[in-house]
């Protein structure tokens, strides 16, 4: 899909920041205030609308399909305020159209009633990190079957996929699912992963030699219909430039898990975003070679100061160029020895040999004390919160790689979870999972939050989590464009198959 470049820096929620950092602040304040209301206007990133019709495979898991009122529940709006209680929230046409307290909002004639005692609404979670491939030590499995319906089950409803195994079998399944063939979230493709000469047999990646071939992959792939690209550990400078100034030709924007190009300079380069939180950065690693990826960056972490001047001027380049960041923090957790805590739900999700192996891998790193050191980790979630509090855009995935322990879906929510760990409210984790994913993708003005004329993009969990955030875990019904699909059905169809197809 192409899209006007003004439009997406707007919808990254940094147009004024990047009005300021071009000098252009002087201009009189109703002049920006006009100028800022006629670039609202402009058209923002295509979303995929409710299909007419669907197919029977979806059809399987849809329990609503028309008008929706669900009474007398707490709405979490996912843009950090505090719990609404007691709220109406009515869905028809595909969209929120009443938002209110019982008694303010009326309720279409033949609407189906939810009864939404005792639990939430919460807007879909957009995945910012959502491979729709699984990894474990042993297998490197194409997913088009388990990663779009553990997404939704889990509350997911718009996933981009930030490096994709096998680009065709993505779009494939984006098309699948546009179409109403396939139940699953909406899906922002990320085209193959753009990295350095040198990719050994068995690599997916594409391994850029030179500016030539940087520009005639990407303007290839624009074609074929992705939205993003990621680069890659072993990208030079020079194949980064000119690959982002072809795509941002052709309106395609780039992120990156980096360690040859650090975060500043990729900024400087043009990026649009970047990967991993803390993880990906080699800014801080003193025995760097230009263009190179040392193998020192993750000892470089360790006793980072956050709140130092060389963290300060990484977030500062970031934040004036409307750069966001990605957490998965989900993902390092797999090799901090002993965690995540194991859940009996991941387990039954996974074949019996992706469950080996992942639980092999667990094993060693506990038993050698190998990984990721905690105070590393802990260091990479104090340098999320100091960028999110610097006023620096904070997204979240999951990641479902490594050792195989981060799932589609559940891995989005856990880390959530871990968010709260790392000093963010509840609703403020929420916020950076829901609306900031939307703004990041451009199609913050359709959906991310819970608000009257935005797609009905919803979820509803049994409980609360604005005091207990293990409760988005509870998810009871996820909406899609209004169209209600069954999670426990969606969970149940996986079962035993993540690691298979
Ligand atoms: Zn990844």
Request: proline letters at 5%.
């Amino acid at each position: 899909m192409r899209r006007a470049r003004v439009g997406s820096i707007i919808e990254s929620g940094s147009f004024f920041v990047l009005l300021a950092s071009e000098g252009r602040s002087a201009m009189p304040n109703r002049t920006a205030q006009a100028a800022a209301l006629l670039l609202l206007a402009l058209p923002t990133a295509a979303v995929a609308q409710r299909p007419a019709n669907f197919g029977p495979q979806a059809r399987e898991y849809i329990s609503v399909d028309g008008a929706v009122a669900i009474t007398n529940v707490r709405v979490i709006d996912g843009m950090g305020a505090a719990p609404s209680e007691g709220q109406t929230v009515v869905l028809s046409g595909g969209k929120i159209t009443a938002v209110g307290p019982a008694g303010s909002v009326a309720v279409p004639a033949g609407a189906r009633t939810i009864d939404g005692s005792g639990k939430t609404v919460l807007p879909g979670m957009v995945g910012l990190h959502d491979h729709s491939y699984y990894t474990t030590a042993g297998r490197v499995v194409q997913s088009s079957f388990t990663a779009p319906l553990l997404y939704l089950a889990a509350g997911v409803t718009t996933v981009r996929t930030t490096g994709a195994n096998n680009p065709y079998a993505e779009l494939n399944l984006k098309r699948s699912v546009d179409r109403g063939d396939f139940p699953g979230p909406r899906l922002f493709i990320t085209g193959p992963y753009l990295t350095g000469p040198g990719n050994g047999a068995g690599s997916t990646m594409v391994g850029l030699n030179n500016e030539e071939e940087a520009r005639r992959v990407v303007a290839y792939w624009a074609a074929e219909g992705v939205s993003w690209l990621k680069f890659y550990t072993g990208v030079s400078r020079a194949a980064m430039k000119a690959a982002i100034d072809e795509g941002h030709k052709h309106g395609l924007k780039f992120t990156g898990h980096l360690c040859s190009v650090p975060y500043k300079e990729a900024v400087a380069l043009g990026i649009d975003q970047l990967e991993h939180g803390l993880f990906a950065n080699s800014d801080y690693d003193k025995t760097r070679k230009p263009d190179q990826c040392s193998p020192n960056m993750m000892g470089s972490f360790s006793n980072l100061d956050v709140s130092s001047e060389e963290v300060k001027s990484t977030f500062k380049a970031m934040i004036d160029k409307g750069v966001g960041l990605t957490s998965t923090l989900v993902v390092y957790e797999l090799f901090v020895p002993n965690r995540p805590p194991l859940e009996q739900r991941v387990l039954d999700a996974m074949s019996t040999d992706a469950k080996n192996e992942y639980l092999t891998s667990r094993a060693q790193i506990a038993a050698t004390n190998s990984g990721i050191p905690l105070e590393i980790f802990k260091t990479g979630m104090k340098y999320e919160l100091a960028f999110a509090k610097a006023g620096g855009l904070l997204g979240s995935g999951v990641d479902p790689t490594g050792n195989g322990g981060a799932l589609f879906g559940y891995g989005d929510q856990r880390n959530v979870e871990l968010l709260v760990e790392a000093g963010f409210t509840p609703v403020e984790a929420i916020q950076v999972a829901t609306s900031n994913g939307a703004k990041v993708l451009g199609i913050f003005g359709q959906t991310g939050s819970i608000a009257v004329g935005k797609n009905a993009d919803l979820v509803l969990v049994s409980g609360n989590p604005a005091s207990r955030i293990a409760d988005i875990k509870n998810v009871e019904m996820v909406f899609r464009d209004g169209v209600g699909y069954d999670s426990a059905k969606m969970v149940a169809a996986v079962r035993g198959l993540v690691g298979v197809r």
